[in-house]
């Protein structure tokens, strides 16, 4: 129940600030908080908050890009170990699941059944944020790059490089043992 009042996520904790503060969608002020505090000019979407109000969704940025940035970096870093895991939960999951089937216990069969179901579900969620990532990456390379040919390649071999310092931790850390 606690987990629910931290106010870093979508959960009630982040509501509940939200509704404190006046503010309808943090996360849509985080980015004009950020700029205005690094350049010093007020961003026009921010421009109607009090000073309080400010202060507060401020503070509230400034914890939660921190944060949420170790837990993505965390799931990168952990990505290949954290889906051997869920592969190996599923084809537990599935041979309970013929088991059950076959010993006519079909109670069991449908709680193997979801459990399949259910670590389906969070690999997918785990490579649906990493394409999101990888996705809004290269579209800021992009951006970044438009029109410039040896920004688009800095850009390109960056990318390269972050790829294979990420598979090189993965293989010193032995992540890929166990398929």
Known sequence: MLEQLLPFARFDGYYILSDLTGVP?????????VTGTLTGRADPRTVGLTRPTRITVTAWVLCVIPLLTVIIGYLLLQLPQTNRALWHAATTQAHL?????????????VTAAIGVA??????????????????????????????????RVRAAVAALCCLAALAAYWTVRGQFRGW
Request: charged share 10%; net charge positive; hydrophobic share 55%.
């Open 25 to 33: 969608d943090l996360f849509a002020r985080a980015a004009p908080i």
């Open 97 to 109: 699941t013929a088991a059950a089937v076959s010993g006519h216990q079909y109670a069991a069969a």
């Open 118 to 151: 259910l670590t389906a579900v969070t690999a997918a969620g785990t490579l649906y944020i990493t394409a999101g990532l990888a996705r809004r990456a290269a579209a800021m390379g992009l951006r970044w790059s438009a029109g410039r040919p040896a920004r």
